[in-house]
């Protein structure tokens, strides 16, 4: 206990104020991210200053420091949001504006900041109990706010006696199943990794199962064959000897490329694939994700270096009608790499597949250089992240989306644990 609450303090202890009052800041924003606009467009001032604190402690900052840390993450993500700001002229339709990135925006500083709020000791303790804690907490979101409809509703006889609490301020009206076991594939297997590579032991070993368990249970509740596939997939990575898991990284990489590739230049094809995959070759989900994929198809040829605009795949039922669905709206194309490609056209692709390469060469360096136990959290963070790429071939959790900000602390914990083993080199725990 006295080793975490060391680890813990470290975060205060051994830096400016500038980091006391940016992780304030960072508590403030992510809660803001959750209102729903427009109450949460009140709160965009929150970002001045974020990057006046982050500006004048980059230009203090040792520059040989800076210069032996090369945040990949950061490069990617800031071109992602350089991108989204330049749809906003280019786009051509109209689009709410700068206020869509505001969610975006919050994630990118997440990836900015997060190196340097840990140093070593809190490195290898703070983002274990991150993990657990989100976990926790998406738990909670999924057990009291899950709208049990649909494919969900075959479990009413177990889901009625759960809590509902949809209409709390921050998520009214709850979650869709589908929405949620997004979330969760991030959060599951990267639990399991902890236990797996064997981060976390003792009580705490024994609280991560429980809470991994109790995720995995209400996941399968949620009947989402996306989040079901996704988060099987990361288990399975993170069964992977870690002596052997950058194989296994080129490996998911080089097949989630061929996925997407599949869906976008093969929808209808790709969706029996995968139907008869399953085993269940009548699904109507996988039918309706062939109409959906063929559609942001449509956008994509007609804009192919801008893209329709952001966030307007669901709004363009006149333009680009959809068979079946003409009086629905469809929030996203129920394919991560084609709500790039929709937000922001061919370059979007492009960037979204460059974080995806940022991802794998972030891990590599870090099981290069790192310790093991750098080694083992980064692989958590990878299978959370593989995981919910997974999902993201059928399915889909946009970038200005609520839970994205699970997606870019992702990120910034990698980026993290990534500059506390190129600090160190290859010390011993």
């Known amino acids: 206990m006295r080793q975490n609450r060391s680890a813990m303090n470290t975060l ?18 992510s809660a803001t991210h959750w209102l729903p606009s427009p109450q949460r467009d009140h709160w965009v001032f929150l970002l001045i200053p974020a990057i006046i604190l982050s500006t004048y402690d980059f230009v ?17 993500s800031i071109a992602l949001l350089l991108l989204y700001a330049l749809s906003i002229y280019t786009a051509p339709f109209t689009t709410r504006g700068w206020i869509l990135l505001y969610r975006p925006a919050i994630g990118l500083w997440m990836v900015l900041r997060f190196p340097y709020w ?41 889901t009625d006696h759960f809590p509902r609490w ?33 981060v976390v032991t ?8 429980i809470l991994f368990a109790a995720l995995t249970a209400l996941l399968f509740l949620s009947q989402s064959l996306s989040g079901i596939a996704g988060a099987s997939i990361g288990v399975m990575f993170a ?43 009548s699904i109507h989900s996988l039918e309706h994700r062939a109409v959906m994929w063929e559609r942001a198809n449509h956008m994509l040829a007609d804009h192919p270096w ?19 669905y003409e009086h629905v709206l469809l929030p996203h194309p129920h394919n991560e790499a084609l709500q790039f490609a929709t937000d922001l056209g061919i370059p979007g692709l492009i960037v979204f597949g460059w974080i995806v390469l940022s991802v794998g060469l972030t891990a590599r360096r870090v099981m290069t250089v790192g310790s093991r136990r750098h080694g083992a959290m980064a692989a958590a963070l ?8 997974v999902f993201g071939l059928t399915d889909a959790i946009p970038i200005w989306d609520r839970f994205a900000i699970l997606g870019w602390g992702m990120l910034a914990l990698l980026a993290a644990v990534e500059r506390a083993a190129t600090a160190h080199g290859s010390s011993p725990d």
């Open 306 to 324: 801008t893209g329709v605009g952001i966030a307007l795949y669901r709004s363009l039922r006149a333009e680009y009608p959809t068979p079946g």
């Open 382 to 389: 990878c299978a959370g992240l593989l995981s919910h790429a």
């Open 118 to 158: 840990w140093q070593e000791r809190a490195a290898r303790t703070c983002v274990n109990w991150v993990i657990a804690g989100t976990a926790l907490l998406v738990f909670i979101m999924g057990f009291t706010a899950i709208q049990w409809t649909g494919k969900a509703a075959v479990f009413a006889s177990i």
């Open 60 to 76: 203090h900052k040792d520059r040989s420091e800076t210069l032996h840390y090369q945040n990949r993450l950061a490069f990617s």
């Open 239 to 281: 069964l992977v000897p870690l002596s052997r898991l950058r194989w296994a990284m080129a490996a998911g990489g080089a097949l989630l490329l061929i996925g997407n590739l599949a869906v976008l230049l093969a929808p209808t094809q790709s969706a029996d694939a995968l139907a008869a995959v399953s085993g269940r070759p």
């Open 202 to 209: 003792g009580w705490r070993a024994a609280g991560t199962t």
């Open 166 to 198: 949809q209409d709390f301020a921050a998520w009214p009206g709850g979650f869709n199943p589908n929405e949620w076991a997004g979330a969760a594939a991030w959060i599951a297997p990267a639990l399991f990794a902890l236990i797996r590579y064997r």
């Open 12 to 29: 205060f202890n051994q830096y400016s104020y500038i980091y006391v009052i940016e992780f304030s800041l960072w508590i403030a924003l």
